[in-house]
């Protein structure tokens, strides 16, 4: 059998400021597992702590570069060069620190700490101190292992099932994390562009790739799409009534939020600083999510509704605090009632509110309902955007979003009609015991015009002759939707 190939030093000749200088590598052998350097001056070999040779004969480079400089010439620790785990969260709360609108800090916040708690999670589960060093199989490792997860994997002490038997993190759940650990490795990316946040940390530690762009992601899982059916509503009015009753500003709440569709923190952030008035329409403009600027418009009804729970401050719902302070001392809850701030916070009253669709819809035959469920049901019916700009920007031989963004600006006047277009679609949609309830009072007359406008919108050419027949005295009678 023949014997093996001995590994015979090598030679290294470093150019430091014009000057050649030599450098012998010495191979692993005996109880050395590493490569050895040694030059002129030292007293005796260092490791470079490196098994290959291409990375030893890098390691002893830098040695030698540090050695001239007055350094004692030991090998580059890993940490040397690379970013901590501080530094890292420091320029995700760099990043979300830039709002200064009161809402948008609000939102902010609580992507931070997602953000935040999408970094920790891979940390523990990966094991990677710091998570900058991470590779794109160490973020491949990290989405299978994190499926394997308990839901309770991070209690010490988990109530219930045992961590075995609990059921398993939920793959969107760990998409999730990912998608907010892309963002953030792109935040610390100095080959970002304008993402990479500079400034914070030194440039030097800022990293060159991204390894969430290297691989390809597990699948989420599909679900369902729930929404709210008028018994349903119904239902949830009822609840707010008589379980909470004096505090009005919830199932106002629920109307805004079905008139809408906005999320949860743009209606219980509402001001009526954003009220807009055309005669006897009444709109609120709100800027919502990515800064997108949209009206919408509520039944006349509904504003005197609103307008007679008005509190002092600039908020529709200030009056949220005094009246849940008032509904605690009623309830002889003292404690609860002390418990009530004094200063309106719409996220409090967004998590108040959501805590009561919570508790009511526990039981419900069709599933949890939270509050994006409202704005989901009223999507159903109202579309957001309009197929004219569509048709626009196919003819105009661009795509709609940049038709949007860089060559169109909406007016007040589109937007106002966007409104009355999205009204009228939530009116002919909703059964009318339901909307009435919200706010909605049917005038015979004007109910047929806002049909008809709202069938011309739909391009229910059947049901625009029939109203239009019914409008011009053509038949009496009651008009079923």
């Not at 991470?134 to 990290?142: E, K, Y």
């Not at 018994?231 to 009015?237: C, D, H, R, T």
């Not at 949609?429 to 709202?454: I, N, Q």
Request: one cysteine or more; proline letters at 5%; charged letters at 25%.
């Amino acid at each position: 059998m023949p014997r093996k190939m001995k590994v015979q030093k090598k030679q290294l000749t470093v150019v430091l400021a014009g000057t050649p200088v030599a450098v012998t590598l010495h191979p692993p052998q005996g109880t050395r597992r590493s490569w050895y350097a040694y030059w002129n001056g030292l007293v005796a070999s260092k490791s470079t702590g490196r098994h290959e040779f291409d990375a030893a004969a890098a390691a002893a480079e830098a040695m030698l570069k540090a050695w001239k400089q007055g350094g004692d010439g030991h090998r580059p620790l890993p940490t040397d060069g690379v970013m901590t785990d501080e530094e890292f969260e420091a320029i995700q709360r760099t990043h979300f620190q830039r709002k200064t609108d009161a809402v948008a800090v609000v939102r902010a916040g609580k992507t931070l700490t997602v953000c935040l708690e999408a970094v920790r999670a891979f940390r523990d589960i990966s094991g990677l101190r710091p998570v900058t060093q991470a590779t794109p199989d160490d973020c491949a490792r990290f989405q299978r292992a994190a499926l394997s997860r308990p839901k309770n994997w991070r209690q010490q002490h988990p109530r219930g099932r045992k961590p075995e038997e609990a059921e398993r993190l939920s793959p969107n759940t760990v998409l999730k994390w990912s998608r907010a650990l892309a963002a953030a490795f792109e935040r610390a990316n100095r080959n970002a562009g304008k993402k990479c946040i500079r400034g914070v940390v030194d440039e030097r530690t800022l990293l060159t790739t991204n390894p969430w762009n290297q691989f390809d992601w597990i699948e989420g899982r599909s679900r369902p799409i729930r929404q709210l059916d008028a018994g349903e509503i119904n239902a949830l009015f009822d609840h707010l009534e008589s379980g909470w009753a004096g505090v009005t500003v919830a199932p106002l709440l629920v109307k805004v939020f079905l008139w809408s569709a906005c999320r949860q923190l743009e209606v219980a952030g509402l001001r009526w600083s954003s009220l807009r008035r055309n005669g006897d329409e009444a709109h609120f403009e709100v800027v919502g999510k990515w800064g997108v600027e949209k009206w919408f418009r509520v039944p006349p009804a509904l504003l005197r509704e609103l307008e007679r729970v008005r509190a002092d401050g600039p908020f529709v719902f200030a009056g949220y605090n005094e009246q849940l302070r008032r509904f605690h001392e009623a309830a002889g809850r003292p404690d609860n009632a002390r418990r009530v701030g004094g200063e309106f916070k719409p996220m409090c009253l967004g998590d108040w509110f959501a805590d009561r669709m919570d508790d009511w819809s526990a039981t419900l035959a069709g599933g949890h309902a939270h509050t994006h469920v409202l704005r989901k049901t009223t999507l159903q019916y109202a579309r957001i955007g309009e197929d004219i700009n569509r048709q626009l920007a196919a003819d105009a031989r661009v795509s709609e979003s940049v038709l949007m963004s860089s060559y169109v600006r909406e007016t007040d006047e589109q937007l106002r009609q966007s409104s009355n277009r999205t009204y009228r679609r939530i009116v002919a949609s909703f059964p009318a015991e339901l909307a009435g309830r919200l706010g909605y009072a049917v005038d015979p007359g004007a109910d047929l015009e806002e049909r008809l406008k709202a069938a011309v919108g739909r391009k229910d050419w059947p049901l625009v002759a029939e109203l239009t027949r019914l409008l011009s005295g053509g038949a009496s009678g009651v008009l079923c939707g």
